[in-house]
């Protein structure tokens, strides 16, 4: 009878404990779908950006165009995927600086989704690993001139199932414990960013769940 008391005591203690996890803000998988169905096979997307921006203290690099491409699959029921090509175009910054090149590289970026518990509400976030971006400032008065300064690390964009879309920000980043580095400093990688899917889903929305 002791053994079983202590047994139950030990159930209870553990559920105790997973629930205080979970609402202290612990993280969940959730998985790409499409219509709600789960996917099953990896899918090619396409998507981008049309005001995304790089910040770090003292200059903030903006591009209207911000193309991407990448493959989505399901692995364990959690979502994952691959940038495999990025082209940000017609940008410009705050600054006098003028910009030489900027150039997306190191690819793949790996990314997958994590679900959070944020103020009450479950919210599902894409996180984006293995950034690398490469800028080339320039210019007589440019406290950068000449300068190669390179955007690494991570970022993360709260999901919009409704639109297949995705915020990168500085909150959202901070929310899924993602970050950017350049200089010694910290960055942000900013933007809403569409997808659509090329593959046997073209047409239907990418969902996050």
């Not at 009878?1 to 803000?25: E, H, K, N």
């Not at 942000?188 to 997808?195: A, E």
């Amino acid at each position: 009878m002791r053994r079983m008391t202590c047994g139950f005591l030990l159930l209870l203690a553990l559920a105790v404990l997973l629930s205080a996890t979970w609402a202290s803000g612990a993280s969940a998988a959730p998985a790409w779908k499409f219509g709600g169905v789960e996917l099953s096979e990896p899918e090619a997307i396409a998507g981008g950006s049309t005001n995304s921006a790089l910040s770090i203290p003292g200059i903030t690099t903006s591009c209207k165009r911000f193309p991407y491409d990448m493959t989505v699959f399901n692995e364990a029921s959690t979502a994952r995927g691959e940038i495999t090509e990025a082209a940000p175009d017609e940008c410009s910054t705050n600054t006098t600086c003028e910009i030489e090149s900027l150039t997306a590289e190191g690819f793949p970026w790996k990314l997958h989704g994590v679900t959070l518990k944020v103020e009450s509400k479950l919210v599902n976030y894409v996180v984006i690993e293995g950034i690398r971006i490469s800028v080339l400032y320039v210019g007589d008065e440019c406290a950068l001139d000449e300068i190669l300064v390179t955007y690494t690390g991570s970022a993360a964009g709260k999901y919009d199932s409704t639109t297949g879309t995705f915020t990168l920000s500085a909150v959202n980043s901070n929310a899924a414990g993602a970050q950017m580095k350049a200089l010694g400093s910290s960055a942000q990688f900013t933007g809403v960013f569409s997808t659509e899917a090329l593959g046997l889903h073209s047409g239907e929305v990418l969902e996050l769940g």
